[in-house]
């Protein structure tokens, strides 16, 4: 099945520390991923789109074909950057979502 | 824009009682999506719908759960007979087309609770 993996349920690190969500794809064809970020009691917001290469609030991510992976990362943790991760593709006309990862930045 | 729109925003229901969840997409948006978030778990798919039309409902429970996306108004996820494990956010996502690239704009969801 097509689908995304987030092997961390929970992921705690220290403000300032670096940041790596994990996300590992299983599609034979070219994948469309996104990152998406959901602060506590609010929608889900679009972070990243693989094809843009954009960073957004300091946050990349790089598709590698080779390792099937998308990785979330941020070379230093805020606070404020503590909510829920979900790495999502669109395999088809629908985008599915991984379980997520928590990320918790403690001071 | 007020971008998608849900309401309500809290349900609470009774078993054996019905649940509406409306959602009314972005403007200029013809696609709308429904997810489940259940505590503890990640968003699953249930249903895609263009106006008029069910495109996909390969993540929809085969009983009591049923949506639609009229020609006008708003999409409507209706539960009947609800349970207590029907007890979740329940999220509405659209976009404009089919293949956009800039993924789905979200509401706030619905958050159901089902007594």
């Known amino acids: 099945a097509q689908r995304v993996t987030q092997p961390e349920k929970l992921l705690s690190v220290f403000k300032g520390a670096p940041v790596e969500l994990k996300c590992n794809y299983s599609?034979?064809?070219?994948?469309?991923l996104f990152w998406y970020v959901q602060y506590s009691r609010q929608r889900l917001q679009l972070l990243l789109r693989?094809?843009s290469r954009e960073s957004i609030k300091g946050f990349t991510a790089d598709l590698n074909k080779g390792e099937t992976s998308f990785h979330l990362k941020k070379p230093f943790a805020q606070e404020e950057d503590s909510a829920m991760y979900y790495c999502a593709h669109r395999p088809g006309s629908k985008l599915t979502f991984g379980t997520g990862t928590r990320l918790q930045v403690t001071l | 824009n007020a971008g998608v729109m849900q309401n309500p925003r809290h349900l609470v229901r009774r078993r054996g009682q019905e649940a509406r969840l409306r959602c009314s997409p972005m403007k200029g948006h013809s696609h709308v999506y429904w997810y489940r978030q259940l505590p503890e778990e990640g968003l699953k798919f249930m249903v895609y719908?263009?106006?008029?039309?069910?495109?996909?409902e390969s993540g929809m429970p085969k009983e009591r759960f049923s949506a639609e996306f009229p020609k006008e108004g708003p999409s409507i996820l209706r539960i009947q007979q609800v349970v207590r494990g029907d007890s979740a956010a329940y999220f509405c996502a659209s976009s404009p087309s089919e293949g956009t690239l800039s993924g789905y704009t979200f509401g706030s969801g619905t958050r159901l609770t089902v007594v």
């Open positions: 693989h094809i």
């Open positions: 599609y034979s064809g070219s994948p469309e």
């Open positions: 719908l263009q106006k008029e039309n069910i495109i996909d």
